[in-house]
């Protein structure tokens, strides 16, 4: 079982940056690849980026060269950079572990204004 709890977001200006936390429970995190996704209104939720227990990460196209997802296992704490934000950013935004088996936070609201 793994708990986590996303925090950072907030409204922001286009162009301007955010920084999304996520903390978790357990002393087993480091062993979970974990992403983040996102879920605008009307739309399905998918994947912005992930991290795999060794550091390896991916990155939709949409967000390649202005979101960094990275880790510290030692803090069991997740986090994604979000730079040059665009209004089309403006989603829910949530943690999860993706393998070996799923958990998912309550998400954070990111709004981009224009």
């Known amino acids: 079982q793994v708990q986590l709890v996303e925090s950072g977001g907030g409204l922001v200006q286009a162009g301007r940056s955010l920084r999304l936390s996520c903390a978790a429970s357990?002393?087993?995190?480091?062993?979970?690849?974990m992403g983040w996704y996102r879920q605008a209104p009307g739309k399905q939720r998918v994947m912005v980026a992930a991290?795999?227990?060794?550091?390896?990460?991916r990155y939709a196209d949409s967000v390649k060269g202005r979101f960094t997802i990275s880790r510290d296992n030692a803090k069991n704490t997740l986090y994604l950079q979000m730079n040059s934000l665009k209004p089309e950013d403006t989603a829910v935004y949530y943690c999860?572990?993706?393998?070996?088996?799923?958990?998912w936070g309550q998400g954070t609201q990111v709004t981009v204004s224009s």
């Open positions: 991290i795999g227990s060794a550091g390896s990460t």
């Open positions: 999860a572990t993706v393998a070996p088996i799923a958990y």
């Open positions: 357990g002393s087993t995190f480091s062993i979970y690849s």
